[in-house]
């Protein structure tokens, strides 16, 4: 007899469990405006040339950078369309002897910036992107003889990125991201060394980890 009360309490349970649908995770909505923070470090590839005498004092720096960012995504079906600005204060720099040795040339990248666009695509909460656009940074190309800085220029500069990340929400608002970018700012003039003039190809390879919210 308490068997068959325990069957007629169990059997209406059961039945309510398998009548109420299972809860799945959704979907990450991307599309909104949002804003965050990153990390990373960069190296930076220098080709200094004189314009007298054709002499070279090419060489490579590397150091870290942070900063901010801000962007919009529009989602439609899987992809997602966007853009992005950011600016980060960097510690890039580098040097190697000049053509006199008695003098180094060296390379200090105070900031860079873009201002691009990003094309994604999306399996739920983890977005792969690739983005390119415009690049903007901030250079001084100095001389030292040991003594002090004998010669140097500050420009910003302008030329295009081109890189590709991939972010992951882990939350309706939040996301983290890891991004890899080139940039490549051409050929600059600069004068230095006591007014010798020299032209900078500047190119750079960062990495970056950061952070986004979602508004």
Not at 202 to 211: A, D, L, P
């Amino acid at each position: 007899m308490s068997a068959v009360i325990l069957a007629a309490m169990v059997t209406p349970a059961a039945a309510a469990d398998m009548s109420t649908p299972l809860s799945v995770p959704t979907a990450s909505d991307w599309t909104g405006f949002y804003v965050g923070g990153h990390l990373g470090g960069g190296r930076s590839i220098i080709d200094w040339t004189y314009d007298v005498g054709g002499t070279t004092a090419d060489h490579k720096g590397d150091g870290v950078l942070g900063g901010a960012q801000l962007g919009y995504n529009l989602q439609s079906g899987n992809w997602v369309f966007g853009g992005e600005a950011d600016i980060s204060a960097s510690g890039i720099d580098g040097d190697t002897d000049c053509p006199n040795p008695a003098f180094t040339c060296s390379s200090d990248t105070k900031w860079l910036s873009t201002v691009r666009g990003r094309l994604g695509y999306t399996f739920d909460n983890l977005l792969i992107y690739g983005t390119g656009g415009l690049g903007i940074g901030r250079f001084e190309m100095s001389t030292n003889n040991g003594a002090g800085t004998s010669g140097s220029t500050t420009k910003t500069d302008t030329g295009w990125v081109a890189g590709a990340g991939v972010e992951y929400a882990f939350s309706p608002r939040w996301s983290v991201k890891a991004e890899y970018m080139y940039y490549d700012f051409g050929s600059t003039s600069y004068e230095v060394d006591n007014g010798l003039d020299v032209n900078v190809d500047s190119r750079f390879h960062t990495g970056k980890i950061g952070v986004n919210f979602k508004f």
